[in-house]
């Protein structure tokens, strides 16, 4: 299963009005880190599909949401949580650390 893509036009309906938490990774094309983080986000999303939502985010391609949640080095990813940032993860991790940082949403 691949994350979905969100974008600013599609921001507040797949994030900010979910029901339940949604990952929402902050990325780039360019960003090594970002490919490597990518599958391992995909293998929690295929793994916990009932309990999270993981949306990906080009940084370039929505500057305004990078900037208004003060994004400042990517990967960067951020659990929303009724419309609230409830967790934020920087950097690639390998998937245990993603885990126990996600375990109050997938443990």
């Given at each position: 299963?691949?994350?979905?893509?969100t974008?600013s036009?599609?921001f507040?309906q797949?994030?900010?009005?979910?029901?339940g938490p949604?990952?929402?990774?902050?990325w780039a094309?360019?960003?090594?880190?970002c490919?490597?983080?990518a599958?391992?986000?995909?293998?929690?999303?295929?793994?916990h599909?009932?309990?999270?939502?993981?949306?990906?985010l080009?940084v370039?391609?929505?500057?305004?949401?990078?900037m208004k949640y003060?994004?400042?080095?990517?990967?960067a990813?951020?659990v929303f949580?009724k419309g609230?940032?409830e967790?934020?993860?920087?950097?690639?991790?390998?998937?245990?650390a993603?885990?126990k940082?996600?375990?109050a949403?997938?443990?």
């Amino acid at each position: 299963m691949t994350a979905k893509v969100t974008s600013s036009a599609t921001f507040e309906q797949d994030v900010l009005n979910a029901d339940g938490p949604v990952l929402v990774d902050f990325w780039a094309e360019w960003c090594g880190p970002c490919r490597m983080v990518a599958p391992v986000l995909d293998q929690i999303q295929s793994e916990h599909p009932d309990k999270i939502t993981i949306v990906k985010l080009n940084v370039d391609e929505n500057p305004d949401l990078a900037m208004k949640y003060q994004i400042t080095s990517i990967p960067a990813m951020k659990v929303f949580n009724k419309g609230q940032v409830e967790t934020t993860i920087i950097g690639a991790k390998p998937k245990f650390a993603l885990e126990k940082d996600l375990a109050a949403y997938i443990g």
